[in-house]
């Protein structure tokens, strides 16, 4: 078995991104799978074209992307992507692109689900003590983008291949103290956990995890 694993470069004005810190931490093996891990462009449809690229050059069985969402106070598996570009006001990507509503593909869907078992990944988190949710939002920045690029690949080449999106909050070190946060070292725990949980289950599990609003 084989899983790739990718986090972002620094975006913005900070200087690291959690994402890839808490990738880079991680063991080249878990439970007998090898694991790839790639730092990607904080660019709109660039950053998945390199996932594409790696996603064909290294065939995984499992890819799951990492991003940063400041603000959030837990480890994030995503639940869907949707097919829109929308950048927050003066919120530009690294290379300066600012799109407003547009489709990530004119021919794909309005949405992609994560073919992960989403849940599993959730409560292997929370039984080992670190606090995870699914999230059904993965936002309209470049994270969303990165995840929509990877499933509409999955979708159109590789249908036996598995793949999602993490979200991770701020990391302690980057000095949030109005927000919440994470060490690099609890989030790549959660990461290892949530691998270990996907190389376990091929069907997710079936627990209560909607919301009301």
Do not use: W
């Not at 300066?96 to 989403?118: T, V």
């Not at 995870?132 to 993965?138: D, V």
């Amino acid at each position: 078995m084989k899983v790739l694993i990718t986090g972002f470069q620094p975006f913005g004005k900070e200087s690291m991104n959690p994402s890839f810190e808490a990738v880079r931490l991680l063991p080249d093996e878990i439970n007998g799978a090898q694991i790839i891990k790639a730092e990607i462009p904080v660019v709109f449809r660039k950053g998945g074209q390199k996932v594409q690229e790696l996603v064909c050059q290294e065939k995984p069985d499992i890819v799951i992307l990492v991003g940063q969402a400041g603000g959030r106070s837990s480890m994030n598996v995503e639940r869907v992507a949707i097919n829109c570009e929308d950048c927050p006001s003066g919120f530009p990507d690294n290379d300066g692109n600012c799109p407003q509503g547009e489709k990530a593909f004119e021919d794909g869907p309005d949405a992609y689900f994560s073919n992960l078992p989403i849940k599993a990944m959730v409560k292997k988190m929370m039984d080992n003590g670190v606090p995870a949710a699914i999230s059904n939002t993965a936002g309209t920045y470049v994270c969303n983008d990165l995840m929509y690029h990877l499933l509409y690949h999955i979708h159109h080449e590789c249908p036996n291949t598995r793949g999602g999106f993490i979200h991770v909050p701020y990391a302690t070190i980057q000095n949030h103290p109005a927000q919440a946060s994470m060490t690099i070292e609890e989030m790549s725990k959660g990461l290892k956990l949530s691998i270990e949980a996907a190389l376990e289950t091929e069907k997710d599990i079936c627990i209560a995890s909607g919301e009301t609003h």
